[in-house]
């Protein structure tokens, strides 16, 4: 079974910082798809970015971008210039591949993200 | 508009009263899902569905229920809701092929009493 942690409960920074939200996942797989997901207090899950295993090109989308460091089994996810907007809930999970089926995804438990102004 | 939609949004219900939350999306994904969120304890799977007539068991399907008889809808049964099944619950989809992101629904806020 797969595991997922994020060790930031809570984080706080102000508008056009730069922050860096923290996974750690743990798998035998070796094919598998990481992903971060954003909750807003309408609690719509929103996907942020997400990165295939094998790719060893971090993804980025606009201001997101990821660390993606497959060794230590590490997904950290970088928001620059971060605005008001960006206050939500953000969780990582993990999806492995399995062939022709696939099973859902694991979340860790989440960060809730504060930008102030 | 491609979307997942779940009815209803919010509920009270009563102990040992079945329900059904409904789930539909219109995007002719293979894979769905069923998610609960609970504070501390982030979203975890009830259970999934690789296809029609396809369904297994997530990480907390213990009372629950669900059926894929056609491709585009996915509902959750509470054949006798508990108190500690009181959540926010989410259903997601995605298709095959490079597409792998989950779409989810808006949730559903079930409370029983």
């Known amino acids: 079974a797969q595991t997922v942690t994020q060790s930031q409960p809570e984080m706080s920074v102000q508008e056009a910082e730069t922050v860096t939200l923290s996974c750690t996942y743990d798998t035998s797989e070796n094919n598998y798809y990481l992903f971060w997901y954003k909750q807003p207090p309408s609690r719509q899950m929103i996907l942020v970015i997400r990165q295939e295993a094998y790719k060893q090109q971090n993804a980025t989308e606009n201001r997101f971008s990821v660390n993606f460091q497959k060794a230590a089994k590490s997904f950290s996810l970088k928001i620059s210039d971060s605005q008001l907007g960006d206050t939500a809930m953000y969780f990582c999970a993990f999806m492995k591949y399995s062939g022709g089926g696939a099973d859902g995804l694991t979340f860790g438990k989440g960060t809730h993200l504060i930008i102030q102004p | 508009e491609a979307q997942v939609t779940q009815n209803p949004r919010y509920l009270i219900t009563v102990t040992g009263k079945k329900l059904t939350v409904t789930c539909s999306q219109n995007m002719n994904h293979e894979y769905m899902s069923w998610y609960r969120q609970d504070p501390g304890l982030g979203l975890r799977q009830i259970y999934y569905?690789?296809?029609?007539?396809?369904?297994d068991k997530g990480d907390v399907p213990e009372g629950y229920k669900v059926s894929r008889k056609e491709k585009r809808n996915f509902p959750l049964i509470l054949e006798s809701p508990s108190p500690n099944q009181t959540s926010l619950y989410f259903c997601?989809?995605?298709?095959?092929?490079?597409?792998?992101?989950?779409?989810f629904g808006s949730g559903t806020r079930l409370t029983v009493v």
């Open positions: 569905s690789m296809n029609v007539e396809v369904t």
């Open positions: 997601a989809s995605r298709g095959g092929g490079t597409n792998y992101g989950y779409t």
